[in-house]
Structures are given as C-alpha cells and as structure tokens.
C-alpha cells in the first residue's frame, strides 16, 4: 500500500485545527499572549474555583487551544466557558504564564456575537439596560429583597430605609443620593456612553441577545441627539483650539 | 562564590541583577510619548513612590484627586465612598466627585461577554480624558475598574490597532486619548498615607483599633489580572499595611489567595457557587484564626462577603464576621461616625458588636 502512515495524534489536530471556533478564538489579539505552551501540571486547576465545583477546567481550555480540538472548544462554547469566575487565578499561578481567563473572555465575547449567550445571559436584561441608558451598572434599586432572598432579614430592613439613611450620609454630596442608578450621572454624559457603544461596534453586539434594547438606546439617542451633538461640536472646537 | 540566602531572596523579589520578565510599562509610555502617539496625564501635585514588582517605583499622588466611583459601592455599600471622600476631608486633600463620570463597565464585560475591548478602552478613556480636563490626578475606587483600567493601558500601550479605533471615537466625543501616568486605587492611597492617617487619628479609636484582630482579603482583580503594578508585589500588602500601622493586628490564613465566589456573573445568576467558595474561606478565617473583622479593598469581594454569611446557617454554619473595607477603618480612625459617616449600617452582617467591643456608639 502507497499510502502515508499517519500520525493518529497529528492527524486529529490538523483535521480539527480548521474549527470554526478554534479559528474565531485565535483571531483576538489578546490570544498570543495568553498561551505559551502548557506543562499540563495542573496548577491552574488546583487555584480555580470553578474547577472545584463545575465540570470545567482552565488547563482544559489551555490545551484544547494548543490541539486546535474544536470538539472539546466546542463543549466550552455550548456552556461550560460560563462557569468560569473570570478570577485570573489561574493566570497568576501558570508557569507558562498562560491565560485561561483571557481565552474564555474571548469566547465568551464571540457566544454573544454568534447568537449563543441567550440562556447564559437570561438573568441580564437590568444590568445591560442600566449600563446602556444610566452609564452605571448598578442601583439601589436593583438589591430588591425578593431578588436576593439568600442575603438575609437584615437586606429587607435596609431596603425599606435606604432612601432616609442615604439621604443622611450623602449629606452635602450632590447626585450621590439616588436609588435608580448608582450616581446621577448627567444627559450628556449618558448619550456620550451610548456613542461609545454605538461606534464601537458593542450596541449591535447587545441586539443580538437584546434586540429591544437597541431600540431604547436609539430613540433616546435620537431625542437627545441635537442638543448632545451641538455640546459636542463645542468640545471639538476647544479642543482644536487647544492644540494649535 | 557563596551567596546569602537573604541576597538570593531580595533578588527573587526584585528582580535585581535580573534581565527576566522586568517589565516596566512607564518606559513604553514614555517613548510613545515622546513619539506623539499618545498623551500621558502626569502626576499633579505631591506623589510618594512606594514599590512594586522588580523594585520598580510607582508614584502615588497625594493630592488632587479625581474620584472614578465604583457603581457596586454606590449602589449597596455607600459607606465606602463616603468613607473615601471623609478621610480626604480629614486630611486635607482636594477631590472631585464627577457627575460626568460613567461606570468602567467591566463587572458587565466580565460576567456578559456584552461589549468589546474598544467599547471597554474608549470608556476608559473618557473617563481618564475627565479626570485631565478638570486637572485632577485619576484615581481609583473600585478593584474591578482598577483591574480593567491597568489592563486597558496595557492593551492601549501595546496595541496601535486598539489604540487607534479608540482615538478615533475619542475624537468624535471631540476628546483625546490621554493615559494616567499611574493607575492607582484607593487602597493604594490609603497606605501611602498612614503616616499621615495616624498623625491625625483621634486617640481614643486608635486605642479602640489597638489590638484588634483581623484577616485580608483582596480582590481578584486587584492583582491576579494585571500583577506587575501593585504596591508590594505579587502578594498585596496596602489593606494589611495600613491596618497594622494602626494597630491591628493582622493574621494570616491558609485561603488568603481564593477567588471570594463573587464571579461577576455567579453574584447574580450562580450563587450556590458563591456560596460555597465563601464557605470554604470562611471555614478557613473561622477555625485558623476567628478574627474581629474581615477586612477588604474590593466591592465584589466585600459584598459577598458581607451578604453571603448568614446563609451559611443553612449548611450548619455560624459566621459573624463584619466586613469593614479599609477607608472605613481609616475613616473610624479619624473619627467618623459610625453610620452617618462611615456607613456602616448599610452592611448586612452585623458591625454592631464589633462597635461595641470597641466603645463607638452608633445610635
Ligand atoms: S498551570 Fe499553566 S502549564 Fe500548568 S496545566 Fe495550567 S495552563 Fe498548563
Ligand atoms: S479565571 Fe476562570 S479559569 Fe481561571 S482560575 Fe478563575 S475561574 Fe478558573
């Protein structure tokens, strides 16, 4: 027989290395710098606390990279890449200084844009929201004691006095003491966050998982957009001038 | 040749002699600088260098500073900023609390996977270019921002790519990318000035701090994420440090390095995960050492561990540590009240005791 003897190891690596996904994760810049080679010695998993209570492992994420095995990158993508705790534990312990954090930040930025975070994402929608129309992330508000029922009698006594003891230690602090967001940021600032989001690309991103979303960003941009675009053109201005 | 073990020891530590990983990101700004690439937001007013990995010097501004808030810690621990903004008061030093300043939105990015790293550096970069306008040095309160932003200069440093796309929205925003000269937080700052914290406590709490005992924990992403750039080195020692100068007495315990479960995401959607990581640190604070307080410099970290110990009775459980973050310890020592000042009572787990130990009323 003519035929190549092949290496079955070799073999499976070069006929997954092509993945979809595989090739996707090795797009981001930030990949070259979280994997050096891996020792398989463990120490990643050893510090992670994903690993002690999930079916997850950063020293797996570590080697299904370096084996091209789309099957295994592919298992993560389906679900298991939401179980890391994003602790960077194990990129401080790695003697090969490798990032097991990074590559899961990766791929879970592609799950959003790829139409696979729904689920993971399910329990999302205020935080994204606030984040998109308050420029915060979070709000007084939002620690209600039906959503956190496991934090304890203690959070439902705070949660009916936080608007009186706020308003006692911001004393004298403006735009501190609000219970929809986490401070008062101003209009512009908002619509300058919305901008941010919008140019780079993100706010499309977010549609894929929260399409209402997008529009809310957009009417409220749209309301404003006169006034915060004159603002800005005053901005550009000073800011030429500045430079000369 | 012979070496002693001490030489050998301080030559790990620093780097010393050493051409291995010394990395100084400082010298890369600077010739980006130089080049016009980028601008750097220098150091306004007096600065203390204290050191990090491989001896290197990083300057800490002590006065004029540009508050960057943390959304965690306005929303559900108010005492912490209140705190920061009281013992600047107490000292003397000039702040600004920016209403124009947004969120860092890396909690989101982390636990989402929503937005991107322009999206991430552009934020950073207009809140860096708020801080630079209004003349004040960027500081940090929040470890999740201080996490995201060191990682986003050195992203920004070592990218023209990034670099560029986030100067371009930077220009529509008719603003410049202008990167801090140092990435500090506040607990960063804190231990910079305990000289100074000391010198103006009040002597009756330093008698009450004196003596009391307590463990730390810092969060992840104070210096797991980016780990070059923080005071002491590797193992952080600024919430300990400060602490300490004022006369606690710090004690170690073997979990001292374990994520605390927050997860950015489990927080919200996981937390029987959360639960049971801080099972595990507080059976180890508990049976190894059973201190007076926990104390902390993240708002993840001390929101899990503020909320997360009276569910522990459901595992058979009993755990009362208060969680006390370290600018309300210095903010006790110089006098703040307890609730109206330090916010305190906005902690779940009780500090009630652990006032009265010390003598502070609260009524
Ligand atoms: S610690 Fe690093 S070298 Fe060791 S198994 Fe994990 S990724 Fe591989
Ligand atoms: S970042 Fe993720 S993979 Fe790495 S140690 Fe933490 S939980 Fe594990």
Sequence with gaps: ?244 | MSYEINDVKTAINHGKGMNYHVHDIRAEMKKLEEEGEIKIAHIIGPYKEEEVMYGIKKRVPLDMHYQHKSCGQCANLPGVPRSNFYYRDKLGIKYYNDMQQTSCTAWNYHASGLGNLVQLGAVAARNWHRAYEEGYNFTIHCVTSFGNYLEMRHLLVGNKELRDEVKKIMAKLGRELVIPEEIVHDSEIAYALRDKILANADPKRLAAIKGLKAVEHYGCHFFKQVSDDIIGGKRPIVVGGLASHLGVQMEEYSKWFMCCGFGFRHILVNREFTRSAQNIKLKAIKEEVDPDMILVNCTGCGTTFDKTQWIQKAVGEDYHYPVIFYSQLAALALGAHPFKEAGLNFHVTPVEPLLDKMGISYS
């Design chain 1, 1 to 244: 027989m003519s035929e190549e003897v092949k290496n079955p190891i070799t073999e499976k690596i070069e006929s997954t290395k092509g993945g979809h996904f595989y090739k996707e994760i090795m797009k981001d810049f930030r990949i070259k710098e979280s994997l050096h080679g891996c020792l398989n010695c463990g120490t990643c998993v050893a510090n992670c606390p994903a690993a002690a209570f999930y079916d997850y492992s950063p020293r797996e994420v570590c080697q299904m990279m370096i084996e091209g095995d789309e099957e295994t990158i592919e298992e993560y993508m389906n679900g298991k890449i939401w179980n890391c705790a994003q602790c960077f534990s194990c990129k401080y312990r790695c003697p090969k200084e490798n990032s097991a954090a990074d590559i899961v930040m990766t791929m879970r930025e592609i799950a959003v844009r790829e139409g696979m975070a729904g689920e993971a994402l399910a329990g999302y929608t205020r935080i994204a929201k606030l984040v998109l129309t308050r420029g915060n992330q979070l709000a007084p508000d939002m620690l209600s004691p039906d959503a956190f029922p496991d934090w304890g009698p203690r959070m439902i006594e705070l949660s009916e006095k936080k608007m009186e003891m706020r308003e006692e230690l911001f004393k004298g602090f403006p735009g501190m003491n609000v219970v929809d967001r986490a401070w008062a940021a101003e209009d512009f600032t908002i619509y300058e966050m919305q901008k941010i989001w919008q140019e780079s690309g993100a706010l499309e991103k977010v549609g894929i998982v929260f399409p209402f979303l997008v529009d809310i960003v957009q009417d409220d941009m749209e309301d404003k957009a006169d006034e915060m675009e004159a603002k800005i053109a005053e901005k550009k201005a000073k800011l030429a001038a500045s430079n000369k």
